[in-house]
């Protein structure tokens, strides 16, 4: 069985398909019990989490019933995940690992290829449904500045390879909606700087700064204060790597209009963005490369259009790259 807190409450089975929790209490308890996964927790605490100062009549029961029911939604989904809900004195522990777990194992690993698989587990703030309740607060709040430090580590990655352009406008917004965090700032003003726009970067640190002041008493630390100082020496430091420079497209040149193949070539448009693979199959030398090359040649995609050329290996190649 797994369970989804990185967004809105979300459980599926092993394969893949959702399972419905019924119940708002039943979901709370859920909730309750996922922000405090593996470890017991006390039914005094589970009944004051759930109905807060309008207990049932009969608390202990009413908590009783909706483990039942939370068993009997998971039971009913996979043979034997109702044991995952166990009952320990003083109360119930939920065994179970989240998406929530697998985030802090692939950020524990730091690199960029890591770090964004990451962050792709988001679908959301964490435990959505439930954010306004206190029983998943601390937990809630805990995985937010755990997304944001991971945020700020790819940041940084990326701009040691030199993306500085496109740090600094994904930065844009995240520094908008934290403004006063500081790390965050830094990399922003890298960002900037390297990109060429130490105007803006400049800016960018007195609008803290003010901030910081106006709303805290405070002034801007000490690591800010000394990357303000390179910025207005214009440090080569901070300037990073080059730019990479990106090859949009291999597809070859045009050389000659393609005669004759306009309902061939039409058929592969419609079928390219339908499908993962399209493949072109004929004896050699009836134009299937220059049919895919035309297709290719119009598709608009974000890292652009490649051209691959693969060839048999002659007998007794183990096919190590050269």
């Known amino acids: 069985m797994r369970f989804g807190v990185l967004g809105p409450l979300a459980v599926t089975t092993d394969a893949g398909v959702p399972v419905t929790v019924p119940g708002a209490k039943v979901r709370a308890l859920l909730a309750d019990l996922l922000a405090n996964r593996n470890q017991v927790?006390?039914?005094?605490?589970?009944?004051?989490?759930?109905?807060?100062?309008d207990p049932p009549a009969n608390p202990a029961g009413a908590l009783q019933v909706?483990?039942?029911?939370?068993?009997?939604?998971?039971?009913?989904?996979?043979?034997?995940?109702?044991?995952?809900?166990?009952?320990?004195?003083?109360?119930?522990?939920?065994?179970?690992?989240?998406?929530?777990?697998?985030?802090?194992?692939?950020?524990?690993?730091?690199?960029?290829?890591?770090?964004?698989?990451?962050?792709?587990?988001?679908?959301?703030?964490?435990?959505?449904?439930?954010?306004?309740?206190?029983?998943?607060?601390?937990?809630?709040?805990?995985?937010?500045?755990?997304?944001?430090?991971?945020?700020?580590?790819l940041a940084d990655a990326r701009l040691v390879r030199g993306e500085h352009d496109l740090v600094a406008a994904d930065l844009a917004e995240l520094v908008a909606r934290h403004p006063l965090r500081e790390g965050l700032r830094a990399l922003h003003?890298?960002?900037?700087?390297?990109?060429?726009?130490?105007?803006?970067?400049?800016?960018?640190?007195?609008?803290?700064?003010?901030?910081l002041a106006?709303?805290?008493?405070?002034?801007?630390?000490?690591?800010?204060?000394?990357?303000?100082?390179?910025?207005?020496?214009?440090?080569?430091?901070?300037?990073?790597?080059?730019?990479?420079?990106?090859?949009r497209n291999s597809i070859p040149a045009r050389l000659d209009e393609l005669v004759g193949r306009a309902e061939a070539l039409t058929e592969l448009r419609a079928l390219i963005p339908q499908q993962r693979l399209v493949t072109l199959t004929g004896p050699g030398g009836v134009g299937k490369t220059r049919l895919a090359t035309e297709a290719a040649r119009e598709q608009a995609y974000?890292?652009?259009?490649?051209?691959?050329?693969?060839?048999?290996?002659?007998?007794?190649d183990a096919g190590v790259a050269r």
């Open 41 to 53: 927790v006390s039914a005094d605490r589970l009944i004051d989490d759930l109905w807060g100062d």
């Open 66 to 153: 909706r483990v039942s029911q939370l068993r009997k939604a998971l039971g009913d989904a996979e043979p034997g995940a109702r044991d995952l809900v166990e009952s320990r004195a003083p109360g119930y522990l939920l065994r179970a690992t989240t998406d929530a777990d697998r985030f802090a194992e692939l950020t524990a690993a730091g690199d960029v290829g890591h770090l964004t698989e990451a962050l792709g587990l988001w679908r959301g703030e964490p435990y959505a449904d439930f954010a306004d309740e206190e029983y998943v607060r601390a937990e809630s709040t805990r995985l937010a500045e755990h997304r944001l430090a991971a945020l700020e580590r």
């Open 189 to 211: 003003l890298r960002a900037l700087y390297a990109a060429g726009r130490q105007t803006e970067a400049l800016e960018s640190y007195a609008e803290l700064r003010d901030r």
């Open 214 to 247: 106006d709303e805290l008493g405070l002034d801007p630390g000490p690591d800010l204060v000394a990357l303000h100082r390179r910025i207005l020496a214009q440090d080569a430091g901070l300037t990073g790597p080059p730019r990479v420079a990106r090859v």
């Open 302 to 316: 974000q890292d652009g259009v490649h051209l691959v050329e693969l060839a048999a290996l002659p007998p007794g």
